[in-house]
């Protein structure tokens, strides 16, 4: 059964990087047809793509948050990861880390919460 | 890329039928059957129960139907029960890889 388990800071500092990891198990991440995504959701507010990776390293980014993202595969760990750079309080979220199935976010991790603070 | 449009809350009885509308656009919802539609209770992850606009997971009880016409998605859940209770997001392929989720809808079981 593929699990999907975020991990990374629950505190950061405004202006630094966010960094957050997702480690797959259960399957590998070089299988196709998957992407692997990342999704937030501010308190109290609705989901948000952030941006998803293929097995063959291409990604994906919501034109919003596309000149501060980048998404990275690590096949020999079986992760992949998340950074935010130069992060304000309205990257205060829950982040979800998730499988694209054939457009569909089948599988999703139990989410890390986020907070942009000093 | 704008967030698609749903009711902030839907409420209705048990054993009722209620429906959720997800307004987009011909970019997104108009142009592609990827459509998806998540439930989440509080604290907990979203889960899929519908996708490619009409599907339904395995394990997804039939109560729950999905459809389309134009730029408009709906989820219908028929004979509400108390645990259908949680927030509902649409989701749309907008493009070039890229998705679009919904604001999101509250539900209420009387």
């Known amino acids: 059964q593929l699990q999907l388990q975020e991990s990374g800071p629950g505190l950061v500092k405004p202006s630094e990087t966010l960094s957050l990891t997702c480690t797959v198990s259960?399957?590998?991440?070089?299988?196709?047809?998957?992407?692997w995504g990342w999704i937030r959701q501010p308190p109290g507010m609705g989901l948000e793509w952030i941006g998803s990776?293929?097995?063959?390293?291409?990604?994906y980014y919501n034109p919003s948050l596309k000149s501060r993202v980048t998404i990275s595969l690590d096949t020999s760990e079986n992760q992949f990861s998340l950074r935010m750079y130069s992060v304000t309080a309205a990257d205060t979220a829950v982040y979800f880390c998730?499988?694209?199935?054939?457009?569909?976010?089948?599988?999703w991790g139990q989410g890390t919460t986020v907070t942009v603070s000093s | 890329q704008s967030a698609l449009t749903q009711p902030a809350s839907v409420s209705g009885s048990p054993g009722q039928s209620i429906t959720i509308s997800c307004t987009g656009t011909?970019?997104?919802?108009?142009?592609?059957?990827?459509v998806s539609w998540y439930q989440q209770h509080p604290g907990k992850a979203p889960k899929v129960i519908i996708y490619?606009?009409?599907k339904r997971p395995s394990g997804i009880f039939n109560r729950f139907s999905g459809s389309r016409s134009g730029n408009t998605a709906s989820l219908t859940i028929s004979g509400l029960q108390a645990e259908d209770e949680a927030d509902y997001y649409c989701?749309?392929?907008?493009?070039?890889?890229?998705?679009?989720f919904g604001t999101g809808t509250k539900v209420t079981v009387l």
């Open positions: 011909s970019s997104d919802v108009g142009s592609y059957n990827l």
């Open positions: 490619e606009v009409t």
């Open positions: 259960g399957g590998s991440i070089s299988s196709s047809p998957y992407y």
């Open positions: 989701c749309s392929y907008a493009g070039s890889s890229t998705f679009v």
């Open positions: 998730a499988r694209d199935k054939l457009n569909t976010m089948d599988v």
């Open positions: 990776i293929y097995s063959t390293g291409s990604t």
